[in-house]
């Protein structure tokens, strides 16, 4: 085990340039602080920290301060149980001249949950030696247990999604104009076309063969399912968790009540009841597996009898590699894209349920300014009863928030409109665009999308 952490050391502190790009998430590590990382695995969390440690050498930092292990690597799953001393009884034998109680040490881990004395070494090293630490994770719960919350508040958490469509454009080479020139518009179109077959894995985007790229997105599927949640949680009965982890990623974008998973296990042969939904959603949770967002609940309203979730995958190219061909839904699939592009911009997503019934996809507040409501749709046509339930939902919605002008219609249609719907402004935006300048960082969200210089025209 000392040879191979030797080696491990010397390789994991040669990051490749070629295979970085800047991501649009914003990490300021600060000297007396954890930094930590999480995100779904494969979504690019050790990538970014090999970022860190490019700009570290370029900042001068020797190469040789640098210490990058990766617990998910198989051959270490003896050092589950064990002292992870050995770190550093590998890093002192490779260089024994190195004084390390003086020279500042920068240690980057990823995938710490697989390690259980994770927290021990990371206290211990922090008050014996002078150094950084930045950590990985692919969970939400990182301290939860009773050893790590003591480390949560010397902690700074972020957290790291798939690709954006940005990324997916800096990915491939490409780097609009903020906002795009028109000549832009059709290229960028297409590619966004491309992004809603490929999604959002650093991987899967680079593997141009699509049958190879639907084996990656399942073996990712499977990964998750069973080397993380399996194991993590040593569940009782995975094939029941399997078979909701599938129904559900084949279903996003929809409504589930506690009530509806429990006949689905049953109907498929489970025996479950009502803590077992919840233990195996909120696993799937915490793992980035799924999303589940909730109906915005008004003061004085009544509560709900049942558990509701929206079922969200953290990247619709997931959702797409387990359903049937003959079962996209494009509509599903384009709201799943936008409600990551928005999970980017705020931390909690709300769907809104009108006091008719009817529903709006979303209400939030992105960069925490004005609240919007948005209605994703892949295509629809004016004047038809979907468009004027679609409208009509919005301006019920904004009406009872008190919302004036910011309410969206987002569609796969090239078609930009302002529409007056019961004295209430909407704006239909192309979806390419719309979530193009809500991954732009530096962009003023309510000014950046291009309104149309037509007049509004009433319904």
């Given amino acids: 085990m000392l040879d191979l952490l ?61 210490i990058h292990i990766d617990f998910s690597d198989s051959r270490l799953r003896t050092l589950r149980r064990a002292s992870l001393d050995i770190i550093l009884k590998a890093y002192q034998s490779l260089y024994p001249d190195h004084d390390i109680r003086k020279e500042k040490l920068y240690f980057f881990l990823d995938e710490v949950q697989r390690v259980g004395n994770w927290p021990t070494f990371v206290m211990e090293i922090r008050q014996q030696l002078n150094c950084e630490v930045f950590l990985t994770a692919s969970t939400q719960s990182l301290f939860t247990r009773e050893d790590t919350a003591a480390l949560r508040p010397e902690c700074d958490i972020y957290e790291l999604f798939p690709f954006s469509f940005l990324e997916y454009l800096r990915l491939r080479g490409v780097h609009p104009h903020n906002p795009p ?128 979730w929206r079922i969200l995958s953290i990247d619709h190219s997931l959702s797409r590699a387990v359903s049937p061909e003959t079962e996209y839904r494009l509509d599903s699939y384009l709201r799943n894209a936008m409600a990551m592009s928005l999970r980017h911009t705020t931390p909690t997503l709300h769907y809104y349920r009108c006091d008719s019934g009817a529903e709006v996809d979303f209400c939030v507040t992105p960069f925490g300014k004005r609240r919007m409501l948005i209605q994703v749709r892949d295509q ?73 210089n037509s007049p509004p025209r009433e319904n």
């Fill in 6 to 66: 030797k080696n491990l050391i010397q390789e994991g502190r040669h990051p490749s340039a070629d295979q970085l790009i800047e991501r649009q998430l914003r990490v300021t590590p600060r000297p007396d602080r954890i930094t930590v990382i999480q995100g779904v695995r494969r979504c690019g969390k050790s990538a970014y920290q090999q970022w860190f440690m490019m700009n570290l050498i370029k900042e001068g930092v020797p190469e040789t301060n640098l």
């Fill in 181 to 308: 020139q028109d000549k832009e518009l059709p290229f960028l179109s297409h590619m966004f076309e491309r992004y809603m077959e490929v999604g959002g894995f650093p991987a899967a985007i680079l593997t141009y063969d699509k049958e190879s790229r639907l084996q990656r997105l399942q073996n990712y599927v499977s990964g998750v399912i069973c080397t993380e949640l399996f194991q993590h949680y040593h569940i009782s009965d995975p094939l029941a968790f399997s078979d909701l982890a599938h129904h559900l990623l084949g279903h996003v974008s929809q409504t589930f009540t506690s009530r509806q998973i429990i006949n689905f296990l049953k109907s498929n042969g489970h025996e479950c009841n009502e803590r077992t939904v919840q233990d195996f959603m909120r696993w799937m949770e915490d793992f980035y597996f799924i999303a589940g967002m909730e109906e915005m609940r008004r003061p004085g309203d009544p509560a709900q009898r049942d558990t509701h």
């Fill in 380 to 452: 629809i046509a004016y004047g038809t009863p979907e468009w004027e339930n679609t409208m009509n939902a919005l301006s019920e919605a904004m009406y009872e928030l008190d919302i004036r002008e910011d309410g969206y219609l987002v569609t796969n249609e090239d078609r930009i409109e302002t529409w007056i719907v019961n004295g209430k402004v909407i704006q239909q935006v192309p979806a390419y665009r719309f979530i193009l300048h809500l991954n732009s960082t530096n962009a003023q969200y309510a000014n950046a999308i291009q309104r149309s």
